[in-house]
């Protein structure tokens, strides 16, 4: 701070003679500029970090605990500035500031606990702020920012003040944050903005001595901050990419800036045309960040970095489960052994409550009993919209708290303990909904999945008998755009993207149901043995559940054939199918039929029974990757098979089309 604070003082000099009014004094204007050109907006750079993803990085960290100390040094320095140009005398700015002193520390230690203990009566860290707590909150921001303008300082002061004694267990500044954000950022908001923009007056920037001033103020911003933090930085032992990500990030102005400057100009410390060269100023270094940062600090080099640092720390990023194995092994035993022998680790998306219950139910038909030795990892992941809302930046800022706190997670952990899961890891993660398959995708390749679900509900089309029909009418591209990022932005692992119509969903009074999986399989396609195995992975640990094969073959039979536990152990991925399904006399609840052609209608209509919505079928993808028609999206979106059964097939059965992690390498 110290190296922009005195080039501050050194431009003030050129722009006190532009100014050119004896009324103010040299000295304030000097200490004004030192603070305008280092200052650093804190709001907003919490966004820009949060929105980059490194927030919780070590380039995250010092840049927020740098930005706070600085906040709140320039915030002293400037009540010190209101104070002397406010005050006739030396001892009247003393008595000022004295005064603000003496209220700061009221506020403090004797509103502060009153206002807790008022929090307390009021249940409001367990409830939320009741209307009477919310009452007091806007009344004192009222009242303090009343006072400090009285006593000689601006008005700002008070509300910052009263920001400051809002206590912060259970999320409580947040949940208040929640209930005043969309009235301060839908009515106060654009009015603030559209006043600062009435008082900026780009006609004054008439001659190039000023424009000459201009490009000098920018200049020195830049320098002073850059330079100063980077060297900073650089010699606490950081990179020097990181350095300069630190120093671009500090020299983010943005709205603070714009809020000191109106201060000073209301105060009369700045008049017009300096006014307009400061707010050039503050937003060419706010504009600049963002791009500069991702330049100096890609992404490629965050990875490489936490890479190496993982490396030296000797890390482990799977958690891997004791199981104490019985030396005893039945045939069930050997039937998981036989369809997942090695380790194991899947994916899964949270970011709907909806899809809770059906997630459940496929891990608990994933769960290993006992008897196995095989290690399987799941990995829960739990995603959260990055809006434009600060509660949500409050959130993410502090996130150990949100994710402890986090009901969802906090369900889905109690119920991987209940049914004996203890190698289920769960996170929580903020990113824009467009950049959820990209998150995804990234977390799937650190902790090397093999299979990543992505569940995929849409409330408008879930209600719908047809869903097929239902997509095509729905006119939000959202939707068709997470589709097909799912399928061509994961390639390292097979995706599965899972169309839940109630899976897991059990009503009152129902009885315990067993699903009745269902598969669809071609020759040659490797969608469809990845589909076959995963089906053959639920079906391995719950005896009871009846798997069906639906086989396109040139020489249908009405008669089944059935696997058994010797070719369900000879069966891999690259083998052919009659190995598994190899006798009809046998009986199991492993089930093959063959059908001349595989469609939606022909598909269903060839089982047993109609599938409800407790039952689950499971499609490759095996999309050609063709160009088709502005209808057939969805077709090629989800695969023809998979189209199919949506629109002329099951009208209840949850879906999970599958695509192998070798298409998406070939592609």
């Known amino acids: ?75 002293v320095l400037l009540a010190l500035v209101v104070a002397l140009l406010n005050s006739s005398g030396g001892i009247v700015a003393l008595y000022v500031f004295l005064t603000a002193t003496a209220f700061t520390l009221f506020v403090i230690f004797v509103i502060g606990p009153l206002y807790r203990r008022l929090c307390i009566h009021t249940n409001s860290f367990e409830d939320g ?83 000459g001033y201009v490009i000098l103020v920018i200049f020195l911003a830049c320098f002073g901050k850059i330079v100063g933090c980077t060297v900073a930085a650089k010699l606490s032992g950081m990179t020097t990419r990181e350095s300069f990500a ?39 270094t706010t504009f600049m960040t963002t791009p500069v940062v991702l330049f100096v600090y890609p992404e490629w080099y965050q990875k490489q970095t936490a890479a190496l640092e993982e490396d030296i720390s000797s890390t482990n990023n799977r958690i891997k489960s004791t199981e104490v194995v019985d030396t005893k092994l039945d045939d069930k035993t050997e039937i998981i052994e036989a369809v997942d022998s090695k380790h194991y680790c899947i994916v899964t998306m949270l970011n709907r409550i909806e899809s809770v219950s059906s997630l459940m139910t496929l891990i608990q038909l994933l769960k290993r009993d006992k008897f196995s030795s095989t290690p399987i990892d799941i990995h829960t992941l739990r995603l959260m919209e990055l809006t434009q809302r600060t509660s949500v930046v409050m959130k993410y800022k502090d996130f150990r708290e949100t994710e402890k706190q986090d009901p969802v997670l906090n369900v889905f952990r109690t ?92 009503q009152d009074g129902d009885v315990e149901l067993n699903p009745h999986i269902v598969v669809a399989y071609r020759e040659g396609s490797e969608d469809d043995k990845a589909a076959l195995l995963f089906a053959l992975r639920l079906q391995a640990n719950s005896r009871d559940i009846r798997l069906t094969v639906i086989r396109e073959g040139s020489k249908p039979s009405s ?80 695969g023809k098979i998979g189209f199919e059964v949506l629109k002329n097939g099951t009208k209840k059965a949850s879906i999970l089309i599958i695509q192998s992690a070798s298409f998406s390498k070939i592609k």
């Open 1 to 75: 701070m110290a190296l922009p604070f005195g080039l501050g003082g050194a431009v003030s000099v050129g722009l006190y003679k532009i100014q050119n009014d004896p009324s103010i004094p040299f000295g304030s204007f000097l200490l004004f500029l030192g603070v305008a050109m280092s200052i650093t907006a804190f709001p907003v750079l919490a966004r820009i970090l949060a929105e980059l993803k490194l927030l919780r990085t070590k380039v995250g960290a010092i840049t927020m605990a740098s930005g706070l100390i600085n906040d709140c040094t320039a915030w």
């Open 129 to 211: 702020p009741s209307p009477l707590l919310m009452t007091v909150t806007l009344m004192l921001v009222l009242l303090c920012a009343f006072v400090t303008n009285i006593i000689g300082v601006h008005s700002i002061f008070g509300g910052f003040l009263a920001g400051v004694i809002i206590p912060h267990e259970h999320d409580l500044s947040i949940k208040i944050t929640e209930k005043l954000e969309d009235m301060i950022n839908i009515i106060f908001l654009p009015l603030y903005f559209t006043l600062s923009g009435l008082k900026t007056q780009i006609g004054l920037l008439d001659s190039g001595l000023v424009w």
């Open 246 to 284: 630190v120093g671009f990030l500090m020299n983010c102005k943005g709205l603070v800036e714009l809020i000191v400057l109106n201060l000073g100009h209301d105060a009369g410390v700045l008049n017009d045309q300096v006014f307009v060269i400061l707010v050039v100023m503050a937003l060419v």
């Open 415 to 506: 119920f991987a303990n209940l049914i004996g899961i203890n190698s289920l890891k769960t996170q929580l993660d903020y990113c824009s909904s467009t950049n959820y398959i990209k998150t995804m995708s990234d977390y799937g390749s650190k902790v090397d999945a093999d299979f990543i679900l992505l569940p995929w509900i849409n409330r408008y089309l879930i209600n719908n008998v047809n869903y097929a029909s239902a997509l095509l009418d729905n006119t939000s591209t959202s939707d068709l755009d997470f589709v097909n990022q799912a399928f061509s932005h994961i390639p390292h692992c097979t995706v599965g993207l899972f169309i839940d119509r109630g899976f897991g969903q059990i």
């Open 559 to 638: 008669s089944l054939l059935y696997a058994t536990n010797v070719s369900i152990q000879q069966y891999s991925e690259d083998q052919d199918i009659n190995t598994l399904f190899a006798t009809s006399d046998a009986k199991s609840h492993v089930v093959c039929q063959t059908l001349n052609e595989l469609s939606g209608s022909t598909f269903t209509k060839s089982l047993e029974r109609p599938l409800d919505e407790h039952d689950l079928v499971i499609l490759g993808r095996q999309c050609n990757d063709q160009t088709v028609r502005e209808e057939e999206e969805y077709e090629s979106a989800l």
